[in-house]
């Protein structure tokens, strides 16, 4: 009743520009500090993450067997494909798999990251009229889920190659797994520009995000290695953060292979670069998102 009496004697004494919300005149504002939205929005991530690993299947355990078998599969081919072209002699000296799994591992991390990036939720999403998700959570378990689920896939091949058929010496596993996570960083960088751009060309995005990974399939370095390539060849690869990760992390596997061509920083500022050009056009299109862009899609 006081609220019927009120509501009338207000719209009637302010005028329409001076009128707020009227859900914000009966919403009980709640402060919180610094460390509980942080908590909350971890919690948000983590559900986040859970259901986008289960995407893929319902089942995590089955969706990893699934992962597993990618890459073993992806494995055998190119080990297939290098003993038919004779080019076996050509890699590091050490476990000619473990040099060929060096390469796999990192690749794939790197374009299922920007996939799994670029196919999350973005602006014009209407998941995104959902208080309090926004597109950095979304941005998060996407790339967080990409990278749980290649550690496990990585962990596991590596356990079974070992104790199954032969055992294996990392020479520095601390620093390959660096490698690792920074093949994986970089990927995330390069998704946020890819889904970014999305909203604002919806046919361009997916060719651009398509192409690039498919040119990663040479560039990124994984069916040579990086020391036998002539002078003239190395500027067609360098320009690729991946070509650099892929072959330091070879250098942290073999204990006999020091990378002349390639080298830490250059992935680490272009990373930088790339994931600070990405998140201001995240927020230019946030700021610019219409949910009307979605509307004949």
């Not at 009496?5 to 009227?22: D, G, K, M, Q, W």
């Not at 914000?24 to 709640?30: H, N």
């Not at 892929?246 to 006999?256: E, L, P, S, W, Y």
């Amino acid at each position: 009743m006081i609220a019927l009496c009120v509501i009338p004697y207000y719209a009637a004494t302010h005028s329409f520009s001076e009128r707020p919300n009227l859900q914000e005149m009966f919403q009980t504002q709640r402060k919180r500090s610094k460390f509980v939205y942080a908590f909350e929005m971890g919690e948000l991530i983590f559900h986040s993450v859970v259901r986008d690993i289960r995407k893929s299947h319902s089942n995590a355990v089955v969706g990893l067997l699934l992962n597993l078998i990618q890459a073993t599969l992806f494995v055998a081919a190119f080990y297939a494909m290098f003993l038919l072209l004779g080019m076996r002699g050509g890699g590091i000296r050490g476990d000619f798999l473990l040099y060929i799994m060096s390469g796999i591992f990192l690749f794939m991390t790197h374009a299922k990251t920007i996939g799994s990036v670029f196919g999350a939720e973005g602006s014009t999403s209407p998941m995104m009229h959902h208080a309090p998700l926004n597109t950095i959570v979304t941005i998060s378990a996407a790339a967080i889920s990409t990278l749980y689920q290649q550690t496990l896939t990585l962990v596991v091949a590596l356990f079974l190659y070992h104790s199954l058929i032969t055992p294996i010496s990392i020479h520095d596993p601390i620093g390959a797994y660096g490698m690792f996570l920074l093949a994986w960083i970089s990927g995330v960088a390069i998704g946020i520009i890819f889904m970014s751009i999305r909203p604002w060309l919806p046919n361009l995005a997916p060719i651009g995000q398509t192409v690039y990974s498919r040119v990663n399939m040479i560039a990124s370095g994984k069916m040579f290695v990086a020391n036998t390539l002539p002078a003239s060849m190395v500027a067609l690869f360098s320009w690729n953060p991946l070509f650099h990760c892929i072959d330091q992390a070879r250098g942290f596997v073999f204990i006999n292979y020091y990378p002349h061509n390639s080298s830490i920083s250059y992935p680490v500022s272009v990373t930088v670069g790339l994931f600070m050009f990405g998140l201001m056009i995240e927020f230019f299109t946030r700021k610019n998102a219409s949910a009307s862009w979605n509307a004949g899609r």
